[in-house]
């Protein structure tokens, strides 16, 4: 079964570092995002991609974020400049349609940031 | 008010129990509905999606009541390994078709044996 793949499953950075996380999303599906969930909260939105450019973006996503799909197949987040508060677990997924449809979106098993 | 709203629990129940979990959401123009399963510390998997009509799959009945912008998840039979947190999970409306997703904080179910 197809899956999303992210690496690493764990990083731990310190406050002030850039981190760059990686995600391989489904092969065919033309809709990426990121989520975060800090421990103990709900998964909250960041961003959503198509078409080579962000869709959408939340309050979170300010510019200390970033996204990029470097070639057709990893999708990346690059967070500049680590807070503490930036420790979280962050998921990657992806879909294959957008709109108001009842279309799934399939998440990677997710890295957890820890800032020190 | 919050977008989405549970009960966080956690509900402990035996097995063989029926459960039942429910949510309601804000916005009356969201459209896609969906409960997804967690794990700890996992990534959220998708349970089922919300059908206007209601819909079953298994032990899992899933409804939605549009009027009251409510939707609700029957788990019949309980099984141990159906312990997790399942998040109430909705379309933001305003995403302008990009499929965002507003989740619910979700409710921790435990089955015992």
């Known amino acids: 079964e197809p899956e999303v793949t992210q690496t690493p499953s764990h990083q731990v950075t310190q406050m002030g570092q850039e981190v760059i996380l990686r995600c391989v999303p489904i092969s065919n599906h033309l809709y990426f995002y990121w989520y975060r969930q800090i421990l103990g909260q709900k998964v909250e939105f960041l961003v959503s991609f198509y078409n080579n450019e962000i869709s959408e973006k939340s309050e979170i996503f300010d510019d200390q974020f970033s996204v990029e799909r470097p070639d057709g197949s990893n999708f990346t987040l690059k967070i500049r400049s680590t807070k503490l508060e930036d420790s979280a677990m962050y998921f990657c997924?992806?879909?294959?349609?957008?709109?108001?449809?009842?279309?799934?979106?399939?998440f990677g098993q997710g890295t957890r940031l820890t800032v020190v | 008010r919050k977008e989405v709203e549970q009960d966080p629990g956690p509900f402990n129940v035996p097995e063989g129990a029926t459960v039942a979990f429910n949510c309601t959401y804000s916005?009356?123009?969201?459209?896609?509905f969906f409960w997804y399963r967690q794990d700890c510390r996992k990534e959220p998997k998708l349970l089922m999606s919300v059908y206007s009509s209601g819909n079953e799959d298994g032990r899992f009945t899933a409804q939605l009541n549009r009027a009251s912008q409510y939707i609700s998840l029957l788990i019949r039979d309980s099984k141990l390994s159906d312990s997790a947190t399942y998040l109430c999970?909705?379309?933001?409306?305003?995403?302008?078709?990009?499929?965002?997703?507003?989740f619910g904080a979700g409710t921790r179910l435990a089955v015992h044996p």
């Open positions: 999970v909705v379309n933001d409306p305003f995403s302008g078709g990009y499929n965002k997703l507003i």
């Open positions: 997924a992806s879909s294959d349609s957008g709109g108001t449809e009842l279309t799934e979106a399939f």
């Open positions: 916005n009356s123009a969201s459209q896609s």
